[in-house]
């Protein structure tokens, strides 16, 4: 894993979330099996709802670039360790298997990794639906 490059890129696009009413930043980049990287960031809105998270940010750029796969995903925020929200862990699951790492990273050198069933234990996946 390329955690110092990852983390870089994270913070590279934590520098540039737009968080008006939380001041609460949070950068992701994503590295999907063919090696590319995604980076993204949170973005608010005034009426709450619109708002993106950096993770479903980076996944989306993946995603519409034509990937479907993550290999590795970093998150890094402004507490120590900032986890996915509920949401994020959803859109995760979708883009993953048992394979996929999920790094939260305090800084380059502290981090946890985790795989889904860690944060989203009995997720809904495209098997259910496919019953």
């Known amino acids: 894993m390329e955690i110092n490059k990852m983390y870089k890129i994270a ?3 934590k520098q540039n979330a737009y968080t008006p009413y939380s001041n609460y930043n949070v950068g992701c ?7 590319n990287y995604y980076g ?3 973005i608010e809105n005034a009426s709450f709802s619109p708002t993106i998270c950096a993770e479903r940010t980076a996944i989306s750029k993946m995603v519409s670039e034509g990937f479907k796969l993550i290999d590795t995903i970093l998150i890094i925020g402004d507490s120590d360790f900032t986890y996915p929200c509920g949401v994020c862990r959803q859109v995760i699951k979708e883009f993953s298997n048992e ?9 380059e050198n502290e981090y946890k990794i985790y795989n ?3 944060l989203l234990p009995h997720g809904f996946s495209g098997d259910d639906v496919n019953v």
Do not use: P, R
């Not at 394979?99 to 800084?107: R, S």
């Open 11 to 13: 913070l590279q696009y």
């Open 29 to 35: 980049c994503v590295k999907d099996k063919e090696g």
């Open 40 to 42: 993204g960031c949170n």
């Open 99 to 107: 394979d996929t790492k999920i790094i939260i990273a305090k800084n």
């Open 116 to 118: 889904i069933e860690d």
